[in-house]
């Protein structure tokens, strides 16, 4: 079939002569092909419209009503360049380009994308490799098909940081009390290396400077300028003192036990023994304690710095202003309550973290973290977290017990086959927050009552005849009633912000049990709770939407 193409300027007409074969669509393709248009768009209508007219003109030919090498012609195709569109986010921090395959015509090039977006105020965070791997891929794409990508990228304000505190002296970070090793790979659980110990004038915690910050920067161009971090004072235990030659370094006034605190440190001393039972009688000292033994049944270790005992403890008392290690078990009972109320035979208690292999029927109060190597079993649990194994080998079990955390739980397993009753309550945080706000509620409705009054009793002086003494004392009472009401506006507005709180606390919650979930399990946070009533894999359980759900470990 006789056919030949011309371009006029974006436009691709076809000139065919009639003969007596048929032409189609695809002849006409492959026509546009050859002639080197076949990524030109095709116009459709014209097309049908060709077919159509060739046809007929091919039907008067045979008919003799036309003579023979007619020829037709028509635009049956259009050249378009590729087309760009940019677009900047709301916020100002990325734009993306979207690039619509050129019909036969130019591609866009790097240049006209970064000279487009500045054109439209874009002079920040332009993504070099990314630019130009959007226009290679669109040069390369089918004509029409879309490719975007974001191109540039503005930088987020960070705030500097405050002064922080760098410990000098090996142990005192917080440890996940890691057994050392032996020949043979052997593991001693109650072999915590080498306790941390200090000389007089030996540094103890470095203070790093506040940083000043990175300003942010919109795409635009639009600096937002960074908060410069603050200095914070030292917080000096016993023990220590600021160098004389160096305000920034905190080192040791004794020979002793360092024990890090928020913004500072102290040195404790330190008392040892081998173990503690009848013979020894109780142990109280300020300092930091050392039991190279056990601690028997019925007896107390009362230290102010942290605790290390390398045994087990059966005594009915271990608290800590610090850390407490315990390289053994803890083995408690049940027992009658006492006038205290107290259950458990055997109570752990310590400011700071407690670190043990095996515990049972014990309460553990602990304003940090619990961590056991191996079982907890029915214990009574009062904690920031629980680890049950290692961090990065979660093998430990927890059976049984009510454990009332922060942050979550970690584990290997939860519950037991036996269904025996666990409850796991991250609501730690939250039940401050919960009790400021129904206090606010109170405060409100409080209010509310008094307003109430207040208006009656303006309402009846209003329908008393007018005197300027009336007048004045209706004036007062509206004062007051107003003063009321944006004191319960006010509480409304903390009421609505620590909601905002509430829930925050909520959504950082986490247990994640790497291995299986027992039936009898009882999950609560916030207000909801959760009975486990079968058997579940690997589980990651959170807060989300206002509801608790489980999800399969991946």
Request: a negative charge; aromatic letters at 4%.
């Amino acid at each position: 079939m006789p056919m030949q193409f011309v371009r006029h300027d974006d436009l691709i007409e076809v000139q065919v002569s009639v003969n007596d074969l048929p032409i189609t669509l695809q002849q006409i393709r492959d026509g546009l092909n050859e002639a080197g248009f076949g990524r030109c768009q095709v116009i459709g209508d014209q097309v049908t419209n060709l077919i159509a007219d060739y046809e007929v003109i091919q039907s008067d030919i045979r008919l003799n009503k036309l003579p023979a090498g007619q020829k037709i012609s028509r635009r049956i195709a259009v050249r378009r360049n590729a087309e760009l569109k940019i677009s900047i986010a709301a916020d100002n921090m990325s734009v993306s380009a979207e690039i619509s395959g050129a019909w036969g015509g130019q591609p866009v090039s790097a240049n006209d994308l970064v000279k487009m977006a500045q054109e439209q105020g874009v002079s920040f965070g332009f993504q070099k490799e990314r630019i130009i791997n959007l226009v290679a891929a669109a040069s390369r794409a089918e004509p029409g098909v879309l490719t975007s990508a974001i191109i540039a990228v503005g930088r987020t304000m960070q705030p500097g940081q405050n002064a922080s505190f760098e410990p000098l002296v090996e142990g005192m970070t917080v440890r996940l009390n890691k057994p050392m090793a032996h020949e043979e790979e052997r593991i001693d659980l109650r072999d915590f290396g080498v306790i941390p110990s200090v000389h007089q004038g030996e540094g103890v915690v470095r203070r790093l400077p506040p940083t000043n910050g990175v300003d942010g920067v919109s795409v635009r161009g639009e600096i937002t300028p960074a908060q410069p971090g603050q200095n914070t004072e030292w917080q000096l235990g016993e023990g220590v003192e600021v160098s004389s030659i160096d305000p920034d370094l905190l080192v040791a006034a004794r020979d002793g036990m360092p024990r890090l605190l928020d913004a500072g440190a102290s040195v404790d001393e330190v008392y040892a023994i081998n173990k503690v039972d009848l013979s020894t009688g109780h142990v109280q000292f300020k300092g930091a304690v050392i039991v190279n033994g056990d601690v028997t049944e019925s007896m107390k270790v009362i230290a102010g710095g942290n605790i290390f005992i390398k045994g087990l403890v059966d005594g009915s008392l271990i608290e800590s202003g610090g850390e407490i290690s315990i390289g053994g078990a803890v083995i408690g009972h049940q027992m009658a309550p006492t006038a205290d109320g107290e259950t458990f035979s055997t109570v752990i208690r310590a400011k700071g973290d407690v670190k043990c292999n095996l515990a049972q029927y014990a309460r553990f109060e602990c304003g940090g973290d619990l961590q056991v190597m191996k079982q907890l079993n029915h214990c009574d649990v009062n904690a920031r977290s629980v680890l049950a194994g290692q961090a990065d080998k979660l093998t430990g079990k927890i059976v049984g017990g009510h454990y009332l955390l922060e942050l979550g739980l970690k584990a290997g397993v939860l519950g037991s086959p036996s269904e025996s009753t666990l409850i796991v309550d991250l609501n730690r945080r939250v039940l401050p927050v919960v009790e400021k706000q129904q206090a606010l509620r109170d405060n409100i409705q409080a209010i509310k009552r008094e307003m109430e009054e207040i208006r009656g009793m303006i309402e009846q002086m209003k329908s008393q005849d007018q005197n300027a003494a009336i007048q004045q004392q209706i004036k007062m009472f509206i004062e007051d009633f107003e003063a009321q009401k944006a004191i319960a506006l006010a509480m409304m507005t903390d009421v609505k912000a620590l909601e905002v709180e509430r829930q925050q606390l909520l959504d950082e919650t986490v247990i994640i049990v790497k291995q299986h979930i027992h039936a009898g399990v009882d999950i609560r946070i916030g207000s909801e709770s959760i009975p486990i009533k079968r058997d579940y894999g690997a589980t990651k359980i959170s807060y989300a939407d206002g509801q608790i759900k489980l999800d399969p470990l991946v």
